[in-house]
């Protein structure tokens, strides 16, 4: 089946840095574009960046772009998400996510705190 597992998120101060990092397995990895989403607490589920299949193709929401960098190692079945500067307004659980034959599937998250 289906899973994805996060890891890689923790406390770290106002401008600091985390890597990100989920591991897919029971599918192709690589035919398939993959997300990260956040959700703060009290707050919606928000797109933060989508890489396409060979990685050559990517977006990020406002709120990540110049700060962060997804990217991918097919041959690890392994997405990363680089966040550099980060600011308390980060704070949340980090999900990965893709969509295969019309389901979606979530990882169980990874909680960041951005706090001094």
């Known amino acids: 089946q289906v899973q994805l597992v996060e890891s890689g998120g923790g406390l770290v101060q106002p401008g600091g840095s985390l890597r990100l990092s989920c591991v897919g397995s029971?599918?192709?990895?690589?035919?398939?574009?993959m997300r990260w989403y956040r959700q703060a607490p009290g707050k919606e589920r928000e797109l933060v960046a989508g890489i396409s299949f060979t990685g050559a193709s990517t977006e990020y929401a406002d709120s990540a772009k110049g700060r962060f960098t997804i990217s991918r190692d097919n041959a690890k079945n392994t997405m990363y998400l680089q966040m550099n500067d980060l600011k308390p307004e980060d704070t949340a659980v980090y999900y990965c996510?893709?969509?295969?034959?019309?389901?979606?599937?979530w990882g169980q998250g990874t909680q960041v705190t951005v706090s001094s």
């Open positions: 029971g599918f192709t990895f690589g035919s398939y574009v």
């Open positions: 996510y893709t969509r295969r034959m019309g389901n979606d599937y």
